[in-house]
């Protein structure tokens, strides 16, 4: 019992999030202590504040991207920090220049995560400095060491970096497969009794859509780092290796979609179903164990286990099928228990090669894929013209940008006015919770109370229970990181180790302790309350303002990703990467969708339209793309084209023709209704090919789906 818990800490321990821990605790603490022991802790803090602005950017990804974002950051931080110190003198002036790098900086959303991240760095030392009153001589030299300790953490995390360039390549790698197991075990509970359908058809979508970002992490640190994308090395060529046989894996998974209810209607009493979730369970047990191989560095066992359990699962359907001599289980059904029993006898054997590549003599005879790279990445240039079309009340980062300058504006106003000591908090509370949606801004600031309270709690029985320095020091350095470790996992737990840390630190530097806990609470309170006033009434951006294009974009990529399949079967020049590019969009259009649903359970109730409607919506896309894909892994196991293929032309351009006829009924929805045909194919005769016989069947089911979308499209009025 205690294996789980253990290799679950273990697995922490070796995770991205405990790198980064320790790295940030390691590059902000360190000036502050070498300093301080030479009585100049004070010069030493302000070296730590700008370490900590630099790695609010040193997020997982390329390590260029990285290096030239802390770089961009520190010139940034720099500057106007000297700006702000040579200026804050002038209240009226400070609240306007808030008001204005407020709203550019906010802007940098524009440009995607790790710019908007450079954004929030620098607003952050802004915040920090715009108290802090001094002589401008030593505005000057504040901003040197600031601009020191940014270079300074700069250099640590490139310097760790260039030590173990793999590392943050395995470490990422590993959460997207342990992500996949988690989307298994999911599966695996459709094949348990008495289970609500819909409850865990939510719970699906969810770990899709969570399975999808880390796949995205990955190919943006895998693809877009130098040494990989050449191939040069084994290790390259391994890691490359099993991210692609891992997503072909998932595309496995995602092909196993059936009528659950009616396999439990026929052959719940004969305890089969049980016997899958079993397999199921074991396979997503496997696939832990090579994803915490990864992160070891170890090999991971030989699935024998499992391999025996499916061997018994196939005895099983033998037996069950050679019993059915009296007609008690219908012949689909049992059709369905083989092909789910085949698809799992695939999934083994992607499992096993995964599995092979870890060998260390095969590692290095590893053969290299030819993959373009560049069609599976994303590049974002920054454009000046986009910030200049986004100027507009019509771009929601617009909205969202002047919604944070005119809060952050009343928040120092609500500071100034109660003549807090460390008004500061105010600001910093508006700044980390003002997300551009109502949905995230409520999240987080749920997070951020909850969080604060009982980290102020903690820290209070900290500080009055013990009293030796040394102890403290010890806390200190435990909440330092554990905080940093869990900023990106989970923000309740990374507030709740910020707080204690925040009253120990201001204990040693002797400005007092338990009443500056009561400060924060009041502080957080007021800053969470203006903040989310603000994003309900100042300029909202609701979900259901995406929801068409959100649709509209999940149809057209399930209209390519199904026409390249067909191709497959028609053409067999047909480029795979064409295909697998199309995949890809489709994993991401469908996640975005589903992820934008589940958002809007979080917005009032008023806001909360078509809820119903985009339930089914988002359950018939998953299942065309679930289909489709079981199209394209037959034409894997069974390499063949389809010779007569103007006779199943008709259906596959119906097919295309309802999935862009329901984009277009969502683009301009008119009062009318087409009573669109289903396409026949004759496969009854004995004449008929067994493969053509399933190709045009699975086409067929391909179709029906794309006319319920249809009908349902046409009831959606957006």
């Not at 700008?50 to 802390?70: E, F, Q």
């Not at 459709?190 to 399975?211: G, S, T």
């Not at 391909?702 to 009831?715: F, G, M, R, S």
């Amino acid at each position: 019992m205690l294996h789980k818990p253990i290799r679950t800490i273990h697995d922490f321990l070796l995770s991205t999030y405990f790198a980064d821990g320790l790295r940030i605790t390691f590059g902000v603490l360190c000036p502050s202590l070498i300093l301080a022991q030479f009585g100049m802790l004070k010069f030493g803090m302000t070296l730590s504040l700008g370490a900590l602005c630099a790695s609010v950017v040193d997020t997982p990804g390329p390590i260029v991207h990285r290096r030239n974002a802390m770089l961009i950051t520190t010139g940034l931080i720099t500057l106007l920090s000297v700006l702000v110190g040579l200026t804050n003198k002038n209240v009226y002036f400070t609240g306007f220049f808030l008001f204005v790098c407020s709203f550019v900086f906010s802007m940098f959303f524009l440009y995607g995560t790790r710019a908007a991240a450079i954004g929030t760095a620098t607003l952050l030392i802004i915040v920090l400095s715009i108290d802090d009153i001094r002589p401008w001589s030593e505005v000057l030299r504040y901003g040197s060491l600031v601009l020191a300790g940014s270079l300074w953490y700069t250099i640590l995390s490139y310097s760790i970096y260039r030590l173990r360039p793999y590392r943050v390549v395995q470490q990422t790698l590993s959460d997207s497969i342990y992500e996949v197991a988690a989307f298994l075990r999911a599966k695996a509970k459709f094949y348990h009794e008495n289970i609500d359908y819909d409850d865990h058809y939510a719970e699906l979508l969810q770990l899709q859509v969570q399975v999808h970002e880390k796949q995205d992490a990955v190919r943006e640190v895998l693809f877009k780092t130098r040494e990989i994308v050449r191939e040069s090395t084994p290790e390259g060529r391994f890691l490359l290796l099993v991210f692609v046989d891992m997503v072909d894996l998932f595309e496995q998974v995602m092909s196993t979609y059936y009528n659950y209810k009616r396999l439990h209607e026929q052959f719940d009493a004969s305890g089969i179903l049980t016997h899958y979730e079993k397999v199921i369970n074991r396979i997503a047990d496997e696939l832990d164990e090579i994803a915490f191989s990864l992160k070891t560095g170890g090999t991971p066992r030989l699935p024998t286990q499992l391999i025996s359990e499916v061997d018994s699962l196939r005895s099983s359907i033998l037996k069950l099928e050679s019993n059915n001599a009296d007609g008690l289980y219908n012949t689909l059904g049992i059709v369905a228990l083989k092909n789910i029993e085949v698809n799992i006898e695939n999934i083994l054997g992607r499992v096993k090669t995964i599995n092979s590549y870890f060998n260390k003599k095969e590692k290095k005879n590893l053969k290299s894929r030819e993959i373009d790279i560049e069609k599976f990445i994303t590049r974002q240039s920054v454009d000046i013209k986009l910030l200049l079309e986004n100027l507009t009340f019509s771009s929601s980062t617009f909205r969202h940008s002047l919604r944070v300058a005119i809060v952050m504006i009343i928040g120092f106003i609500v500071s100034k006015s109660i003549a807090s000591s460390h008004s500061y908090w105010i600001l910093l509370t508006i700044l980390v919770i003002s997300k551009p949606g109502f949905s995230l801004t409520k999240q987080r600031n749920y997070q951020r109370i909850i969080g604060t309270v009982v980290g102020a709690l903690i820290g209070m029985a900290i500080l009055s229970f013990v009293k030796d320095r040394h102890a403290l020091f010890a806390i200190l350095l435990v909440c330092m990181v554990a905080c940093y470790s869990f900023q990106r996992k989970n923000y309740v737990v990374s507030v709740l180790f910020m707080t204690p840390y925040i009253l120990v630190l201001f204990d040693f530097l002797g400005m007092g302790s338990l009443s500056v806990a009561s400060e924060r609470i009041l502080d957080t309170f007021i800053g969470s309350g203006i903040a989310i006033i603000a994003s309900y009434f100042l300029f909202p951006n609701w979900e259901h303002e995406k929801l068409k294009e959100a649709m509209i974009d999940t149809l057209k990529a399930n209209a390519v990703y199904f026409e390249q399949v067909t191709l497959l079967y028609f053409d067999k020049t047909q480029s795979l990467t064409s295909y697998k590019v199309a995949r890809k969009e489709v994993y991401v259009t469908s996640a975005n969708l589903a992820s934008l649903f589940q958002r809007m359970f979080s917005e009032p109730k008023s806001k909360q339209i078509l809820m119903k409607e985009m339930h089914q919506f988002t359950a018939l896309n998953h299942l065309l793309s679930s289909y489709v894909a079981t199209l394209s892994l037959y034409n894997k196991e069974h390499a063949f084209s389809v010779k007569n293929f103007s006779d199943l032309k008709p259906l596959v351009n119906n097919t295309l023709y309802l999935i862009n006829l329901s984009a277009e009924t969502l683009i301009q929805h008119k009062n009318e209704v087409n009573n669109v045909p289903l396409i026949r194919i004759k496969t009854e005769t004995e004449f008929v090919e067994e493969d053509f016989r399933v190709v045009s069947e699975l086409a067929d089911l391909i179709q029906k789906v794309a006319y319920d979308i249809y009908k349902l499209t046409e009831k959606i009025k957006l």
